[in-house]
């Protein structure tokens, strides 16, 4: 690069401003975090940079998360912010192999919102607490004047006590391990999305919101998991990227196996997006031992939100960083974590 | 998915392969033209699969990138206007002009919509009167009948608050200026098959015949790519140079009559300055003088706007085909999808950000 002299007249990431595609769960995202919040932060629990962090206490392992929720709109096909408030939270600590305990729930609400819709999504989220039998145990309300906020914003908070000998977290996923994913990805994303704008499907596109918990501890209990991470923003692209890049692997996974229902694939395929980097709210993905994946994956389809689980590839020693997805006639590519948001495609 | 697992089938692909190893002889060139071509290709890996004989080079069709700076810049103004909503197809937003990209001017407090049909500006002018609706008009034959339509049905609606700013082109013209240039290495073109669907195939035939070069109206599925590549080099080996359709459950010889008469009502043929190339005769579309009130570049006053163009970008070589991606020192160093100098690594199915995506890296 010596005698090349580049005149950038665009540095575009030299951004003055936060963008929306700071919060993507793209590499924008990534950026931030990378030099905003762990320089200021520092610490080594942070630093692993898992869903949760395991704090130690005693003899008591205890996983400790946060997420906030700023959905529009509100309630969509399959579920509603509150769900999804209630869902999230419980499912970051069921990435830890925790049993949830109690969540948090804090209220940022737009001066003007209607009372009626806050309590439904307050039912909602009393329902899915419930359904998870993770209680909310304490919360916050602040009111904003109107135009401060997008009608309501809701963050939760959760804690979780790891059982003893349980030990996940990204950066033990290690090669020869097999690849599960716990059912059909792009549902949560594409609901969403086709109410936004207004798009009307042909065929039943449901958000897939769920609590993970129970599933998790069924996996746990039938062999040895390494990592796991449900695949929200940025969807399983980005997670399988993330876990290779943390835990220094190469990931080789098979696109044929990777599950999307037909209406989901069909509203992708309509409007360029790639279902790989498709939100999804009630899946994960598992690197576990290789000895372990065949009863695993059997105790995953005993449950219903893994009813269609499949094994979808394995991480290697070759190319660590990596993400090789083996097309479907045969070829071979790159995936890599999406820049900001997808944009649908012109044509 | 009906016509489209069907033209995922690796059978079919490895059938078509093995059909292209067995017919090529020599060394090719082939030029497949429309972006989303690109895309599919370095997706699915179609070039890692192909015989040594068969190099493919990448084409202008992508209309993100071939849209010129000088309409970015005019685009970029009327987004930061106050009583302005500027409407554009999403992938337009990350395309950085001179000063910025319509995210930057989002963030900034520009009301900046995405659409997926100009269509839906109508709704946006309807519901928002005391605001000027300025939908960003750009693309090939593909997008014109919907963004003519828009205006159309403008006017039979009275709405006085919608424009477009116009910067759309054409294909055939970028294909005579490929063939045309110097160092032209293009032995055949894999035709867009949405274009085509739009436009027929006839506007094609005097080029096939004058510059002695085949032209398959091709799709966009691994299959349709392999086989009408498989068809492009078939007429190379046989001395044949024809148009011949492989994409033919989409489009007709006359393409579709409909849509073409709505573009000829509404817009009239321009040159028009493509980015990275320069001005190429007749390739674009501007609105006729009756429709001049919805022409967004006459209804406001867009004087006094300078673009400048970063000098290392080669992006108009990759463009023409007269360059490859990783031909480009800047490539995956100074330029990736991050900080991109050029359009190419912007749009999806710019080339150099295909490459970049799916980790094409020297």
């Known amino acids: 690069m010596t005698d090349f002299t580049l005149s950038c007249p665009l540095p575009i990431t030299e951004r003055k401003t936060v963008v929306l595609g700071h919060g993507s769960g ?77 969540l948090s729930a804090a209220f940022i609400l ?3 919102f209607p009372m009626e819709e806050l309590a439904r999504i307050v039912a909602s989220m009393a329902e899915a607490a419930r359904a998870a039998g993770v209680p909310i145990v304490t919360g916050d309300t602040k009111v904003v004047p109107r135009g401060a906020a997008d009608g309501i914003f809701i963050t939760t908070s959760g804690v979780g006590l790891v059982p003893a000998g349980v030990n996940i977290s990204a950066s033990l996923a290690r090669p020869g391990d097999k690849i599960l994913l716990s059912g059909s990805i792009a549902d949560h994303g594409m609901a969403v999305m086709s109410k936004r704008e207004g798009l009307e499907f042909e065929g039943d596109i449901q958000s897939d919101t769920a609590a993970l918990h129970r599933l998790v501890a069924e996996m746990v209990a039938a062999g040895e998991i390494h990592a796991l991470r449900d695949p929200t923003r940025g969807g399983l ?30 509203a992708c395929e309509l409007l360029g997006l790639d279902p790989l980097f498709v939100a999804n709210e009630g899946k994960l993905a598992a690197f576990v031992a290789p000895e372990s994946a065949a009863r695993i994956l059997e105790a995953m389809r005993a449950n219903p939100l893994g009813r269609d689980a499949v094994l979808i590839g394995e991480a290697v020693e070759s190319h660590p960083g990596m993400v090789l997805l083996k097309t479907e006639i045969g070829g071979t590519r790159v995936v890599d974590l999406p820049f900001g948001e997808q944009l649908p495609r012109i044509c | 998915m009906k016509y489209v697992d069907e033209f995922r089938n690796r059978t079919l692909a490895r059938k078509l392969l093995a059909e292209i190893r067995r017919t090529v002889t020599r060394p090719w060139v082939i030029m497949e033209v429309c972006g989303g071509q690109t895309h599919s290709i370095v997706k699915y890996g179609i070039d890692q699969l192909l015989p040594p004989e068969v190099e493919l080079v990448h084409g202008p069709g992508c209309p993100v990138c071939v849209t010129a700076l000088e309409s970015i810049d005019r685009a970029h103004s009327l987004a930061r206007r106050p009583g302005v909503i500027f409407c554009s197809f999403g992938d337009m937003l990350r395309v950085p002009g001179s000063d910025g990209d319509l995210f930057r001017i989002k963030a900034q407090g520009g009301d900046v919509r995405v659409v997926y049909s100009p269509l839906d500006c109508l709704k946006v002018a309807r519901a928002n009167p005391a605001k000027q609706v300025v939908f960003f008009a750009i693309g090939f034959e593909t997008t014109a009948p919907a963004n003519a339509m828009s205006v159309w049905q403008a006017r039979a609606e009275g709405l006085a608050n919608y424009s477009i700013l116009v910067s759309h082109v054409t294909v055939p013209p970028a ?18 098959g949405h274009v085509c669907a739009v436009m027929g195939w006839e506007e094609y035939e005097p080029l096939a015949a004058r510059y002695r070069v085949p032209i398959v109206v091709t799709g966009f599925e691994p299959a349709d790519l392999l086989e009408g590549i498989l068809m492009a080099v078939r007429q190379l080996e046989s001395g044949r140079s024809v148009v011949e359709n492989q994409y033919g459950r989409a489009v007709l010889r006359e393409g579709n009559p409909d849509a073409r008469r709505m573009i000829a ?22 609105l006729r003088e009756e429709f001049a009130a919805f022409d967004a570049a006459r209804v406001f006053d867009l004087a006094g706007i300078i673009s400048h163009e970063p000098e290392a970008c080669i992006s108009g070589l990759v463009l023409q085909g007269a360059r490859r991606p990783l031909d480009c020192p800047a490539f995956g160093t100074s330029c990736t999808p991050e900080t991109p100098l050029g359009a190419t690594m912007v749009s999806a199915e710019g080339a150099c950000a295909a490459y970049y995506n799916y980790g094409r890296r020297r």
Not at chain 1, 87 to 94: E, F, I, K, M, P
Not at chain 1, 241 to 250: H, L, Q, R, S, W
Not at chain 1, 254 to 260: L, M, N, Q, T
């Open chain 1, 26 to 102: 793209g590499k924008l995202s990534a950026r931030l975090i990378r030099e905003v919040f762990l320089p200021a932060f520092d610490n080594p629990l942070l630093n692993r940079l898992d869903d949760q962090a395991v704090l130690q206490a005693g003899a008591a392992r205890i996983a400790f998360t946060t997420d906030s929720f700023v959905v529009t709109p509100l309630f969509f096909p399959g579920g509603d912010i509150g769900k999804l408030a209630v869902h999230g939270t419980v499912n970051d600590l069921a990435m830890s192999g925790a049993a949830p305990l109690a």
């Open chain 1, 110 to 112: 737009e001066e003007g």
């Open chain 1, 237 to 266: 692209g980005a997670t399988l990227v993330e876990i290779a890049t943390t835990a220094a692997i190469g990931v080789e996974a098979e696109s044929a196996a990777i599950p999307v229902r037909e209406p989901v694939r069909a």
């Open chain 2, 175 to 192: 294909m005579t200026a490929i063939l045309e240039s110097p160092g032209n290495r293009v032995r055949a073109f894999l035709g867009a």
């Open chain 2, 265 to 286: 009502r509404v817009f009239e043929p321009c040159d028009r300055a493509w980015r990275g190339i320069g001005v190429i005769p007749g390739s674009g579309y501007q």
